[in-house]
């Protein structure tokens, strides 16, 4: 019983942080709705990530909660590919013009489709309890992250 009430009040505490970064995403604006909406999820994407970096780094012990943030991030990446929208790429955005390109379109599918995986992986791993496993897999995720970033991101503004 206890511990429910730990998860509930972990579970407010990072709704209220998602609501915070959504407040913030729409005070700096890019112009577009759909863009925001993108750097937004990006976000809460990466507040999970730091959720679960935060466990395998041993900085903060391992918690059931933490099985909700690997299961956002899955969520979120199984919905990565309708976050591009044809024009969002504006200039405000940090989203590179070549996302667009149809010579890139198999490879920036294909890296979203790697994240969709590897966050899979994560899941399993959270679910473990064991703190390397858990390493490792956000490690492969972080992996994805930081290949498609590389590729289709332009440095921050
Ligand atoms: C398929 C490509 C792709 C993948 C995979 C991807 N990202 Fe991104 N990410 C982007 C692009 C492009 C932007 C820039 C968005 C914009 O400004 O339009 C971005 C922006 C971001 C931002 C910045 C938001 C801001 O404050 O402006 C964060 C944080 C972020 N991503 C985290 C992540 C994390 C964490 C993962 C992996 C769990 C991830 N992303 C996976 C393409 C990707």
């Known amino acids: 019983m206890k511990k429910r009430l730990m998860n509930t009040i972990v579970g407010v505490i990072v709704g209220a942080g998602v609501l915070v970064t959504m407040a913030s995403a729409?005070?700096?604006s890019t112009g577009n709705a759909e863009a925001d909406y993108r750097i937004q999820k990006m976000k809460?994407?990466?507040?999970?990530m730091?959720?679960?970096g935060k466990v395998a780094k041993g900085e903060a012990p391992y918690s059931e909660a933490l099985n909700e943030n690997a299961k956002a991030i899955a969520e979120l990446a199984s919905n990565m590919g309708k976050w591009f929208p044809e024009g969002s790429g504006v200039e405000a955005s940090r989203s590179k013009p070549d996302i667009w390109d149809p010579a890139n379109k198999d490879k920036f599918a294909q890296d979203i489709v790697n994240l969709q995986e590897a966050s899979l992986g994560l899941v399993v791993a959270?679910?473990?309890g064991d703190q390397a496993k858990i390493g490792a897999a956000l490690k492969a995720t972080g992996g994805t992250c930081g290949a498609c970033h590389k590729q289709f991101r332009k440095p921050k503004q």
Do not use: D, L, R, T
């Open 126 to 128: 959270v679910q473990s």
């Open 44 to 48: 809460e994407i990466g507040m999970n």
């Open 26 to 28: 729409h005070s700096e």
């Open 50 to 52: 730091g959720a679960i």
